[in-house]
């Protein structure tokens, strides 16, 4: 069984006095992933606190992610936490995430680092992009928000966003429903109120169609 390993960070910010030592602005504190089976449900999970080497966690990452000072104090370093992750990917199994921002949170901080760890290299090379997924399938070239994602599509979800595993869990669940319908079904109150929004902008053009800023026609 391969599947999909869906995967979500959080990361605190690291202070620009340790740049020189880091040059990277963030350090991860926790790493929480899904499995999908081949059948695209959900199969398993991973979750772990991880030490910061060089940044801390201030009162904004705390009211963010929820994470304390306390929950990371005993927790592995990130190539300890990276080498047990690694062990826990089944082989051939692409990762995804909402966004790239992890896996360059990743390559960045290894780098930095200097870790280098076997198999590594492979998940990074093989990483998909659901946001940018969803914006291709909603013929749309905006960013969006994961917790818009899932309002969009109509999917229940857990509220307690910035948990690496919740975060993962609700990106799991809307890359299996785009996985699954060709054309995505959207929440019928968001397609309408998406509707009216179009019909709004083409009434728009309409009215300055031949308007120029000259005043001329």
Known sequence: MSGYVVVDLEMCKVPQAMRTQYPWGRETIQIGAVLLDEQLEIAGQFDTFVAPQFGSIDAEIKKLTGIEKKDVKNAPDIKTALEQFLAWIPEGAPMVSWSDNDEKQI???????????????????????????????????KCYKLSDALVATDICYSER???GLMDAWNTALLFAKMQKEQELQLNPYYRTAREEEEHLKVGIGDLLAGVHLDGKE
């Open 161 to 163: 966003e910035h948990d």
């Open 107 to 141: 390559r960045h901080e290894t780098q930095a680092k200097k870790i280098e760890l076997q198999g590594l290299d492979r998940i990074l090379e093989n990483w998909i992009d659901c946001q940018k997924i969803f914006s291709e399938k909603m013929q749309s070239e």
